[in-house]
């Protein structure tokens, strides 16, 4: 299993994103691994409910002093296996072009967003669970494999 912290420099490698969108994918990738791996996760860190949509405290701490500029990409190697950059593949094509806002609004429609998220109160842990029947429901990887 990935760090949530090396899920993101893959993440930063492949496109250029800011911190805001930058969340968002790293939700995703965990939805995305969720389905394709039967509710393994990606990565073990908490995915948390947050105003702008789902965030990775400990990764949004890390990359928030870029504020709205593009995170640039870190030298090195990614010690992610073929299962996980997969996954986090699958997600930046399906959302990758997505702009920050437009990735906000779209967390705010699904249910995993919308259970944990509580205006008022400290963010609530978005649950696994949760993401994996709602992103089974709402993704499908089944035509892939036969082209």
Not at 111 to 140: C, E, N
Request: hydrophobic share 35%; aromatic share 10%.
């Amino acid at each position: 299993m990935a760090k949530a912290q090396e899920v993101a420099k893959y993440i930063i490698k492949s496109l250029p994103v800011d911190n805001l969108k930058l969340q968002k994918l790293l939700y995703y990738s965990q939805g995305v691994h969720l389905v394709l791996h039967g509710k393994s996760p990606l990565f073990p860190e908490d995915i948390e409910a947050w105003d702008y949509g789902p965030v990775v405290p400990d990764v949004y701490r890390s990359y928030k002093h870029h504020g709205f500029d593009v995170i640039p990409p870190a030298d090195g190697l990614l010690p992610l296996g073929i299962e996980e950059i997969d996954a986090v593949d699958k997600a930046l094509a399906c959302f990758g072009e997505m702009s920050g806002v437009a990735l906000i609004q779209q967390t705010h429609w699904e249910k995993p967003w919308r259970d944990a998220y509580q205006p008022g109160r400290p963010s609530g842990k978005i649950s696994i669970d949760v993401m994996h029947d709602y992103f089974t429901d709402s993704l499908d990887f089944s035509d892939e494999d036969e082209e």
